[in-house]
């Protein structure tokens, strides 16, 4: 009885396990990316999940892959395997000049994919998206900047989640005039 009980346990833990982990960035490669976890962000995690503590410790923005991205160029984002995609929702990309993000930094949206985004609108085989972007023409050079990934999901609690991936920006420009047009 009690080896049916506790096999019974098991079952359910490996079925509710993946139903509450959220979507993680994989592509362009997070902060820290061995303790990123995948709770929703809230105004004492912003930005980044900054000292957030998902059961490994509190998140620090550790770079372990600085990303290289050239203005102009295609680069993808792409997400870990598993976690609960929530049938998608709105996926906002946008970069923020600071090497070291703050609750006062500031955000350039760079793309916005309304519905559909971190998966294929009304999928349910269990794939993630895989998404192209581009920084735009114009943007300024930067040797260490953040990229943010943030997601509104479709179905569930209204929940925000984000995750932050360091950067290098090369091929733009040295003004912050077309940086500065951009909305925040």
């Not at 509450?20 to 976890?37: C, E, I, K, N, T």
């Not at 993808?76 to 990309?93: E, K, R």
């Not at 609750?103 to 760079?110: E, G, L």
Request: net charge negative; with cysteine; charged share 15%.
């Amino acid at each position: 009885m009690a080896n049916s009980i506790l096999r019974a346990s098991l079952l359910m833990a490996g079925l509710l396990g993946p139903a509450a982990a959220h979507m993680r960035m994989a592509h362009p490669v997070p902060f820290s990316p061995q303790m990123l976890g995948s709770s929703p962000i809230d105004a004492l995690t912003f930005p980044c999940k900054i000292g957030a503590s998902d059961g490994a410790g509190a998140y620090s923005l550790t770079v372990s892959t600085m990303n290289k991205m050239v203005v102009g160029q295609d680069q993808t984002l792409d997400f870990m395997p598993g976690g609960a995609p929530h049938n998608g929702g709105t996926c906002q990309l946008a970069i923020s000049l600071d090497a070291t993000p703050t609750k006062d930094s500031i955000w350039k949206i760079i793309q916005v994919y309304e519905g559909g985004c971190p998966v294929p609108k009304d999928a349910t085989d269990g794939t993630h998206g895989t998404y192209s972007f581009k920084i735009p023409d114009g943007f300024p050079n930067a040797d260490t900047a953040t990229f943010a990934w943030t997601w509104f999901n479709r179905v569930g609690n209204r929940e925000m989640y984000m995750n932050c991936a360091p950067i290098s920006i090369s091929g733009g420009s040295e003004s912050k005039d077309y940086y500065n047009s951009l909305p925040n």
